[in-house]
């Protein structure tokens, strides 16, 4: 450890964990103070699932844009850029919005807060040698924590001083962490070329990066889905106060937060691909269990499991992309990472609109469950198909497994046995 702090420049790794925590705290804070919203202005299911999915549509629009300003101006002033943004979005949220429209509109907004990884890893991360980039991203990236911020503490300042004032106080904690990241932050004076539109072009060409994009809008993208939505889902399914749904959402969402380092630590061991293939398919087990709308504590409990195995999973997606594209990262890191908030945007949207469309959310869950085993599968067949196509050290460091060749294998050696 004392290697690692003499490293880098442990004051910027501080500024960019900071950053990121109250920038998701921002991102995700319309779905905690859901509930209070759709009463006040009246929205249906459909409305309020929306309404808590345009900020993830606004991530992964804005993540591109950042992660160019970043390229271009370094992370520091893109980070205050970013930071003065969203308090400006949670100023005019509390001072100027009133409809359904100036709300989404609001969300596009503090689609800003959630391309803030694009700049905080790659500030911190560049500080540091590789053998230690990993533990620095991983410290930056621990501030997906912000959701929990959000969940705890929205729901009770809503009940006390309403929700519109929510905005106004969510900006102090911003204000401040912006006075400390002018104050701590530095651009390391190691940087690289910044990615051309044909490099950009090259990759989304590649059927893997599409693969990778998949994968990785099934786990983040269920992550922040459901941390975005459980608050109404609670609420509405089971008849909890509102305070109760946000304080049942943070016990789901703490085991997706805290357990990507673990997803990633394993995949380092056993390999990412194998790691991904467990994980999908025992996430969209517990998703099908609540989808029976168990008592809600066994709700909760499998929902902690399953967003639990969502979180590692986006540990275990890294450690896929760096083996496949090790000249490319940079450029296949912004593809998926944008195609995770896009895949967050869908899951709440469609919660929303099943609700309206069967007065229940048994079938939007069946269905969400049973896009996690079909990405399973997908996963199966991607194994027959890396475990040729790739270097032989990528396929070896990832786990990749071509169960195909195994079961055909195995078969045609027992016909063999038999035969003999």
Do not use: K
């Amino acid at each position: 450890m004392t290697g690692f702090l003499r490293a880098g420049h442990l004051p910027t790794l501080v500024a960019a964990l900071l950053y990121f925590d109250v920038s998701f705290m921002a991102w995700v804070l319309l779905g905690p103070l859901a509930p209070f919203m759709r009463e006040d202005l009246g929205l249906s299911s459909s409305e309020i699932g929306l309404l808590t999915a345009v900020p993830l549509l606004g991530g992964s629009l804005c993540r591109p844009v950042l992660g160019l300003l970043e390229e271009r101006i370094g992370g520091r002033r893109t980070g205050l850029l970013g930071l003065a943004l969203t308090i400006a979005a949670l100023g005019a949220g509390r001072l100027f919005a009133a409809t359904p429209g100036h709300f989404y509109v609001l969300g596009l907004a503090l689609g800003i807060a959630g391309a803030s990884f694009a700049v905080a890893l790659p500030l911190a991360s560049r500080w540091y040698p590789p053998q230690y980039q990993g533990l620095a991203m991983g410290i930056a990236g621990a501030g997906n924590s912000g959701t929990l911020l959000a969940t705890l503490f929205a729901p009770r300042l809503a009940e006390r001083v309403g929700w519109q004032a929510t905005f106004g106080i969510a900006a102090a904690p911003l204000a401040l962490v912006f006075v400390l990241f002018a104050w701590l932050a530095r651009d390391c004076p190691r940087r690289p070329a910044p990615a051309t539109a044909a490099a950009y072009r090259a990759v989304l060409r590649e059927p893997d990066t599409i693969a990778l994009s998949f994968l990785y809008a099934l786990t983040f993208g269920g992550f922040v889905g459901f941390a975005t939505f459980l608050t109404t889902f609670f609420h509405d399914a089971y008849r909890v106060s509102r305070v109760a749904a946000g304080d049942l959402t943070t016990i789901v969402v703490v085991a997706g937060s805290l357990l990507r380092p673990v997803g990633g630590w394993l995949s380092d061991r056993v390999g990412g691909y194998r790691v991904l293939v467990l994980l999908l398919a025992g996430c969209a087990g517990c998703v099908a269990l609540v989808a029976t709308m168990p008592a809600v504590h066994v709700a909760v409990a499998a929902l902690f499991v399953g967003v639990g195995l969502l979180g590692m999973g986006n540990g275990a997606v890294f450690q896929l992309v760096p083996q496949r594209f090790p000249e490319r990262m940079g450029v296949v890191t912004g593809v998926v990472g944008a195609a995770g908030g896009l895949g967050g945007f869908f899951l709440p949207s469609a919660l929303g609109v099943v609700r309206d469309a069967t007065g229940s959310y048994a079938a939007g869950l069946f269905g969400c469950a049973a896009l996690f085993l079909a990405g399973t599968v997908v996963l199966l067949e991607l194994g027959t198909r890396w475990s040729i196509r790739w270097r032989a050290t990528a396929v070896r460091q990832t786990g990749v497994y071509s169960y195909r060749a195994a079961l055909f294998g195995a078969a045609r050696r027992e016909t063999a046995g038999y035969g003999g």
